[in-house]
């Protein structure tokens, strides 16, 4: 496919995240408004809560749009999916009859306040990168037990924290949590020392289910993917995290970016997943590409510094897809939810500055990350702003995802005075 | 405190789960007409959304109970829900002036449909009972490794699937899953051959919070209590636990029982943790009696035959708290909300009888248990209805939860056809 052009001309310009191709969904509010649904295009945000009310958008006898959250669309279903889609396109292409209808309910993406996309159902978290796995087992278990027995088997993940999933620019609070040194007789509770990041890609339950769902079934049920900062206390996570897995390492906050790309979007850049070491069992098996071509980097700045690119790496070197994830999260029958948010797990390539932690970086800590400031980085310090970017390389535009970004903040000095 | 005399008879004879004493919230359909909050009195349901409506319940601008699900209330936090409890109270008592406005609104809990009495959030299962872990761990991990170095310094959990918690009363169908036995070369998708329950008390949270919570800010923040069958399929735990903990193994059902016993119910039933090992840091120190005296027991009857009691303990075995819990849940800064829930973790007492699970009953399975028919159990058969029950023993009566009762049901023949 070549871009697309559109009557808007921002969304014309190469380098744009967000060109006609793209057409991203996300929730903001006008200077002074209420929130509602808005999609992205060129340097402007579409105001699809009004064009609907107005007719020009047709969905239905119900709105969709006039709501701060996707959900209602999403649990519709692929074809209105499609046929909403399809409506924009129309709307916004070079040429449009409505432009003058549509021109009004532009909005300056400068000059709004974004909010989460999506009312975010439950989220669960995977591990599903293989040099991540490899990487992290090393650290933590020694190279001969590395990659856990079942990994190759299965996407091993484990539930999150919904309630601490946050849109892009929410500060970050440095968590309290109790730790304890391999050389300390006994546990403290204290802030995170170890604070990390970690590059992954969410993707989004669209479609409800109940009951096993298979990998076809289960890509047809995403909606669409969005950047995810799965922000990780590894002093908490050691300590606690046997015999039943990660808990407050990991609830303090995920972060998201702000626009939903739509699989709809993505659909040309699929890839397969990496060559299988041992078959999967046919519940999993591949059947056709289901990953996607997406270039991810993040960047981290200091206070007041500027930023220092720290990883670029891509969704492809993930070892099992989405969908794979999504039929074996139903595989006991675990009722699947619009608005369940699946993150891929860090996202590593296979050479040292394409991994997707800090922890895998700087090796635990002993192999500190130099930054173009000079400063040096274990893990991450107050005031350090994480910024992810992503997006799809297509011939003559991008799809791109904007940022996902947070600051670190100093822990609470007492956190149970408020 | 002594019995409560109610107008109402049922609520006043011996044994009742439902006196006046102890009025817990549900969400209940009358024959034929729309699901609304109602309370259980004797043998009986109070439809208090349409006292509310009619001015004799006193809640304010915004109603609470023409809902389906009591999040309303609980989010309102315990001043209201003291005024409530206050008004149901008199309004049900002995020689109360309003009877005869209230006694049109009662319907007889035999003729209702009884549902979920609350939205869950988001769910939690901890892992909080010793000689639970102590059994687990000695058969997962063998004797020196039972209990995990972490364990008497924290509540361990893991966040589980809030969209698996069903009402008592729902089938329950057997999960297929990936397993492997320790003598096979590769892992199977099947059905679980290690079917199990687990024995627990379900938190409620009523109050939301933002950071840290102290042990007693918690306490507060809890509303209530349900009995809990935590479904398990053992075979499916013991491939995939490892290195995050259960995923698939927990996440095809979660059986509540329907009735939400409040905390102001379980006052006057307070008692102590049990003495510590090791002291706890200073936000998790006991600052009161903040477990219960709770009789609990399990009934397990096959198909077509009579119900064997298969262990009976107490609540108050639990190591750590409810508050306790929740405290450490948001110590690392973790939104909590109204309507999520925690599970206490199995509770098992000391000996081979009050053990809350299959698993550690029939030790794996090594030492299966026999049934009054004469018929043995190392873990769940089709067909067996697996009932928990839980009440506190108060002077002339009882606090008591109702049943939480669930039927295993075949698993498909294949998971996959619709």
């Given at each position: 496919?070549?871009?697309?052009?559109?009557?808007?001309?921002?969304?014309?310009?190469?380098?744009?995240?967000?060109?006609?191709?793209?057409?991203?969904?996300?929730?903001?509010?006008?200077?002074?408004?209420?929130?509602?649904?808005?999609?992205?295009?060129?340097?402007?945000?579409?105001?699809?809560?009004?064009?609907?009310?107005?007719?020009?958008?047709?969905?239905?006898?119900?709105?969709?749009?006039?709501?701060?959250?996707?959900?209602?669309?999403?649990?519709?279903?692929?074809?209105?999916?499609?046929?909403?889609?399809?409506?924009?396109?129309?709307?916004?292409?070079?040429?449009?009859?409505?432009?003058?209808?549509?021109?009004?309910?532009?909005?300056?993406?400068?000059?709004?306040?974004?909010?989460?996309?999506?009312?975010?159902?439950e989220y669960t978290d995977f591990y599903a990168g293989?040099?991540?796995a490899?990487?992290?087992?090393?650290?933590?278990?020694?190279?001969?037990?590395?990659?856990p027995?079942n990994w190759?088997?299965m996407p091993i993940g484990y539930n999150g924290?919904?309630?601490?999933?946050?849109?892009?620019?929410?500060?970050?609070?440095?968590?309290?949590?109790?730790?304890?040194?391999?050389?300390?007789?006994?546990?403290?509770?204290?802030?995170?020392?170890?604070?990390?990041?970690?590059?992954e890609?969410g993707a989004?339950?669209?479609?409800?289910?109940?009951?096993?769902?298979?990998?076809?079934?289960?890509?047809?049920?995403?909606?669409?993917?969005?950047?995810?900062?799965d922000?990780?206390?590894?002093?908490?996570?050691?300590?606690?995290?046997?015999?039943?897995g990660p808990?407050?390492?990991k609830?303090?906050?995920?972060?998201?970016?702000?626009?939903?790309?739509?699989?709809?979007?993505?659909?040309?850049?699929?890839?397969?997943?990496?060559?299988?070491?041992?078959?999967?069992?046919?519940?999993?098996?591949?059947?056709?590409?289901?990953?996607?071509?997406?270039?991810?980097?993040?960047?981290?700045?200091?206070?007041?510094?500027?930023?220092?690119?720290?990883?670029?790496?891509?969704?492809?070197?993930m070892y099992y897809?989405a969908?794979q994830q999504l039929a074996h999260h139903s595989s006991s029958?675990c009722?699947?939810?619009?608005?369940d948010l699946l993150g891929s797990g860090t996202?590593?390539?296979?050479?040292?500055?394409?991994?997707?932690?800090?922890?895998?970086?700087?090796?635990?800590?002993?192999?500190?990350?130099?930054?173009?400031?000079?400063?040096?980085?274990?893990?991450?310090?107050?005031?350090?702003?994480?910024?992810?970017?992503?997006?799809?390389?297509?011939?003559?535009?991008?799809?791109?995802?904007?940022?996902?970004?947070?600051?670190?903040?100093?822990?609470?000095?007492?956190?149970?005075?408020?």
């Amino acid at each position: 496919m070549t871009l697309r052009k559109s009557w808007l001309s921002s969304a014309n310009v190469d380098g744009t995240d967000f060109p006609l191709n793209n057409l991203p969904y996300g929730v903001f509010s006008p200077p002074g408004k209420a929130p509602r649904c808005g999609v992205a295009i060129g340097d402007q945000v579409l105001d699809v809560a009004t064009l609907e009310e107005q007719g020009i958008l047709v969905t239905g006898d119900t709105p969709i749009c006039r709501r701060p959250s996707w959900n209602t669309l999403m649990n519709r279903g692929p074809v209105t999916w499609l046929r909403f889609r399809d409506q924009l396109t129309t709307l916004m292409s070079e040429g449009a009859a409505a432009r003058s209808d549509v021109e009004a309910h532009l909005y300056p993406l400068s000059s709004v306040l974004l909010q989460l996309p999506f009312t975010v159902s439950e989220y669960t978290d995977f591990y599903a990168g293989r040099h991540h796995a490899t990487n992290v087992g090393t650290m933590f278990r020694g190279a001969e037990n590395a990659l856990p027995p079942n990994w190759l088997h299965m996407p091993i993940g484990y539930n999150g924290r919904a309630s601490s999933v946050v849109v892009s620019g929410t500060p970050i609070r440095r968590p309290w949590g109790q730790v304890k040194g391999a050389d300390q007789p006994q546990p403290a509770f204290m802030p995170s020392r170890r604070f990390d990041l970690e590059l992954e890609l969410g993707a989004i339950v669209g479609t409800p289910s109940q009951g096993p769902v298979s990998v076809d079934e289960a890509d047809a049920m995403i909606f669409g993917y969005v950047l995810l900062n799965d922000w990780s206390a590894r002093d908490i996570q050691a300590w606690e995290y046997q015999p039943l897995g990660p808990f407050q390492a990991k609830a303090t906050a995920t972060t998201i970016s702000p626009w939903i790309v739509t699989a709809a979007a993505l659909e040309e850049f699929r890839v397969h997943t990496p060559e299988r070491q041992v078959p999967l069992l046919p519940y999993l098996a591949d059947t056709g590409p289901m990953l996607y071509d997406l270039n991810l980097s993040v960047t981290l700045a200091p206070s007041g510094k500027a930023a220092t690119t720290i990883t670029a790496t891509n969704y492809r070197e993930m070892y099992y897809s989405a969908a794979q994830q999504l039929a074996h999260h139903s595989s006991s029958g675990c009722p699947m939810r619009t608005g369940d948010l699946l993150g891929s797990g860090t996202i590593s390539g296979a050479d040292k500055h394409s991994r997707g932690s800090l922890l895998e970086l700087s090796w635990g800590g002993k192999e500190p990350l130099t930054l173009d400031s000079g400063e040096t980085r274990s893990f991450l310090e107050d005031g350090d702003t994480l910024t992810l970017h992503g997006y799809a390389q297509g011939p003559g535009y991008r799809i791109g995802f904007g940022e996902c970004s947070g600051t670190v903040v100093p822990a609470l000095a007492n956190p149970f005075m408020r």
